[in-house]
Each structure stands twice: as structure tokens, then as C-alpha cells.
């Protein structure tokens, strides 16, 4: 998805350049009849470079806004402001490879299946499902890491030590168009686990605390802590990590069928070399953890909410 500066259009450029030559025309004509004089080459001089200019417009015109998705309720990685962690990284990235971007914010949902169907260039943060295949390309290198991790009742605790011993049922939060490791895929297919749709992650954390669901996953990271979310949720103390279900890297994907989405990537590409190199994608994320540290939410971390110590009740294993 591209748009355009708030300038004069292609068209309207097209109509006045048979309007410029004309004009021309008759000064030339008119600095070339009888014999010729300082002042008419002057003006034949200001003529020819009129017609330059305007013929060179169009270039200047066209200059294109490189649109891309960007997810409403990710906080802190994507605010529904427009700003986040993510995002801060997908501007600078494009930036230093010369592509001037503007940020769409759109539910996650939508943003996801605009760049299947091509009619959206890029969305962010993706991580890989089987039905992107062919659909979606992603960048070379995530933009960051997080962790899906099993949230429970302080109340009401699983019965589960880890994933891998969930036996019965149990009904588990998600968020809708999220993507989380294929284990839990796997625990689904089987019907071991029952997955239970909600907008976002904060109210899955609410319906948790209510006693509404048995489980609730969050995906989170350094950036994103766990303390962040439960706050926003009201539900400190009374929620707690349980285990965890896998890792995944979040990447931007873009769309194969938009006729842009391959140029777009490689820019990307091309641009993420630079920040890391340059250190802006350090920098970037030194700003982002410092901001959640001074977060009343995040700092200091619960005890509840902190990864289990190995070989405790609620110890984490990765898949």
C-alpha cells in the first residue's frame, strides 16, 4: 500500500505540460524572428529551462510513502498510538536504507490478512504459521524474540507440572489471529486443550483471575514483561507463570502477491544491516527496557510473575 504527498498529482502535471509547450513554442518563435538580440535569448533561455523544470516534475510528484501494518494492542512492542519497541525498529530500519514509511495502525487480524491477500505491502510482528506459506515472506532477522508462556489461578492452579503433562482438558486464553508455538497446535488437534478466542492478552489475564478459563497464554520478553501485562489487567497477585508453552521469533512479513512486497523487503533487509551495524538497533532497545523499567508495573518484577527457578513446581521448559 503506497500514498502519495499532499502535492500536485501526475494528472494534473500531464494537463499542464501541453499548456508549458505552447508557451515555449511561441517564445521561441517569437526570439527567433528577425535578428536575434541579448534580451530574446534571454527569454528562449528562461523558456527552455521552464519546460526543464516542469518535465522533471513528475519525478518529484511521485514520490511514494511506503505504507506499512502495524498492530493496535501489542503494547509496549505496538501502541494503538503508533508508536512501540516494534515499530521504532521497522522506522529505522527503513529509514537508513532510504524509504520513507507511515505506519497504519490496524487490529492484528486484519493487518495479517491484507498482506496474504496483497492488497497491504507489510504487517508487523508475524511469526510463521503453515498458511503463510507461499503467501508471506519474512525479513531475514526477527525483530525480536518472546516467549509463550501458560498463565494460571494462584486460586485455581493446573494440575500440569509442564505441557507436557496437561491430561485433561483444560480450557485455554488466546488472542484472536495470534500465532503461538506449533505445540500448542498439536495439544489442540488432539483435544487436550480447548482454545478460547478473546481481542487481547489483558482481557484473557482478566478472565483468568475471574475463574472463566483454566489457562491463559501471554507472549512476552524483555521489552514486553509479564508484570507489564497483569497490571494492565489488575490482576497482580493474583495470576502467576505456570510453564512454558515454546519460543518465537516475531518477524515483519510481507506480502508475495503485492506488486511491492519483494522491493519492500529487501529495503528492509538492506536497512537492518545498517541499524545493526551502526548500533541505532541497540540503542533502540536499550531505550525501550529502561522506559518499562521506570513502569511502576514492571519495576520491580513480582515474584509471582518471575521465571520459576529449574526444577521447581513451575519450572519453564522450552520445547
Known amino acids: 500500500m503506497l500514498t502519495r504527498k499532499p502535492m500536485l498529482t501526475d494528472s494534473s502535471t ?7 509547450a505552447i508557451g515555449v513554442h511561441a517564445a521561441v518563435q517569437h526570439c527567433t524572428r528577425g535578428k536575434p538580440t541579448r534580451k ?13 523544470n516542469l518535465l522533471t516534475v513528475p519525478s518529484t510528484l511521485g514520490e511514494e510513502k511506503l505504507v506499512v501494518l502495524a498492530e493496535d494492542d501489542a ?3 505496538s501502541f494503538k498510538d503508533g508508536t512501540g519497541y516494534a515499530n521504532d525498529l521497522v522506522k529505522a530500519a527503513f529509514a ?9 495502525v490496524v487490529p492484528y487480524q486484519r493487518g495479517k490478512q491484507m498482506v496474504i491477500k496483497g492488497t497491504g505491502v507489510a504487517c508487523f510482528s508475524m511469526s510463521w504459521l503453515p498458511e503463510y506459506d507461499g503467501k508471506v515472506v519474512f525479513s531475514d532477522k526477527p525483530l525480536f524474540t518472546c516467549y509463550a508462556d501458560y498463565f494460571q489461578s494462584i486460586d485455581k492452579p493446573l494440575a500440569a507440572k509442564s505441557q507436557e503433562d496437561i491430561a485433561a482438558k483444560i480450557v485455554v486464553g488466546v488472542v484472536v489471529g495470534y500465532e503461538y508455538p506449533p505445540a500448542l497446535t498439536s495439544l489442540r488437534d488432539k483435544g487436550v486443550v480447548l482454545l478460547e478466542e478473546s481481542p487481547s492478552e489483558v482481557l484473557n489475564l482478566m478472565k483468568l483471575a475471574a475463574g472463566r478459563i483454566d489457562a491463559a ?5 524483555k521489552i514486553k514483561p509479564a508484570e507489564f501485562l497483569a497490571s494492565k489487567a489488575k490482576v497482580t497477585g493474583r495470576v502467576e507463570k505456570a510453564f512454558r508453552c515454546g519460543e518465537l521469533n516475531s518477524f515483519i512479513g510481507f506480502s508475495r502477491a503485492h506488486p511491492r512486497g519483494a522491493w519492500a523487503q529487501g529495503k528492509f533487509n538492506e536497512g537492518w544491516q545498517v541499524i545493526e551495524k551502526n548500533g541505532t538497533l541497540r540503542k533502540i532497545e536499550e531505550s525501550w527496557i529502561a522506559k518499562m523499567d521506570m513502569e511502576p508495573s514492571a519495576s520491580p518484577r513480582t515474584k509471582e510473575l ?13 520445547d
Open 14 to 20: 500531464a494537463e499542464l505540460l501541453p499548456m508549458a
Open 96 to 104: 537508513a536504507a532510504g524509504v520513507a514509511v507511515e505506519l497504519e
Open 306 to 318: 518471575q521465571d520459576p527457578p529449574p526444577g521447581s513446581r513451575h519450572a519453564n521448559r522450552n
Open 40 to 52: 530574446r535569448r534571454v527569454q528562449l533561455f528562461v523558456a527552455a529551462f521552464a519546460l526543464l
Open 75 to 77: 503494547a509496549p512492542w
Open 217 to 221: 497464554l501471554t507472549n512476552t520478553n
